[in-house]
């Protein structure tokens, strides 16, 4: 079984400052890691994924992430925010591969990133 | 694009009540899913379908039903609703391809029980 910690429930910063979300992962077995984004009454959007490879992800809307195993960690990033980047944020494992239950996402409890002026 | 479409934004239902949440897709996946999404709990799967007909129980199946008869459609029932499904539920599907790996998402029905 899997599980997925997001470490603050509320990020506040201003416009164009660096933001960072932390998401951090359980799992016996390796894994597949998602952010999802969903603006308000919206449903969830891919924002970026890692499978396998190069341990640093770019997304759309220019967020980043970087797997790190040793820390079972995969934190978002972006250099600099904008008004329309508020939003919540929601990182999210499942298991590789295929199969049956292989495809369920476990969601962590979501960030909210507010950005203010 | 990958649509996937519930049936209603917003409904309000009485306590007993049997409420139906229908989600369709247009992009012949095989894998459906259906959370709820509570504040402070982030998206709890209540059940899954990865064919037509098939479905598993997901992390909070009580008091929910599914029902998948066609590829493209899958049903969220309350059998008898009652207030503390108050909620936002959201559908999903997928693809049966390891390296497709996405899950896209409707745009949510926000459901309360009176």
């Known amino acids: 079984a899997q599980s997925v910690t997001q470490l603050d429930s509320q990020v506040p910063v201003f416009e164009e400052a660096p933001v960072e979300l932390r998401c951090n992962y359980s799992?016996?077995?390796?894994?597949?890691l998602f952010w999802y984004v969903q603006y308000p009454n919206q449903g969830l959007q891919l924002l970026l994924k890692?499978?396998?490879?190069?341990?640093l992800v770019k997304g759309i809307n220019g967020f980043e992430a970087e797997f790190n195993k040793s820390q079972t960690s995969f934190h978002l990033r972006k250099p600099s925010v904008h008004i329309s980047d508020t939003a919540e944020y929601f990182c999210?494992?499942?298991?590789?591969?295929?199969?049956?239950?292989?495809?369920?996402?476990?969601f962590g409890k979501g960030t909210l990133l507010t950005v203010n002026p | 694009d990958v649509k996937v479409t519930q049936s209603s934004r917003y409904l309000v239902k009485r306590t007993g009540e049997k409420v139906f949440l229908e989600c369709v897709q247009d992009?012949?996946?095989?894998?459906m899913f259906w959370y709820r999404q509570d504040p402070g709990l982030g998206l709890r799967l209540i059940y899954f379908?990865?064919?037509?007909?098939?479905?598993e129980k997901g992390d909070i199946p009580e008091g929910y039903s599914v029902s998948r008869e066609k590829k493209e459609r899958f049903s969220l029932i309350l059998e008898s609703a009652s207030t503390n499904q108050t909620s936002m539920y959201l559908c999903?599907?997928?693809?049966?391809?390891?390296?497709?790996?996405?899950?896209?998402f409707g745009q949510g029905t926000r459901l309360t029980v009176v």
């Open positions: 999903a599907s997928s693809l049966t391809d390891g390296l497709n790996t996405e899950a896209f």
């Open positions: 799992s016996s077995v390796s894994v597949y």
């Open positions: 890692y499978l396998s490879g190069s341990t």
């Open positions: 999210a494992v499942r298991p590789p591969g295929g199969g049956g239950s292989n495809y369920k996402l476990t």
């Open positions: 992009m012949d996946h095989e894998n």
């Open positions: 379908s990865y064919d037509v007909k098939m479905k």
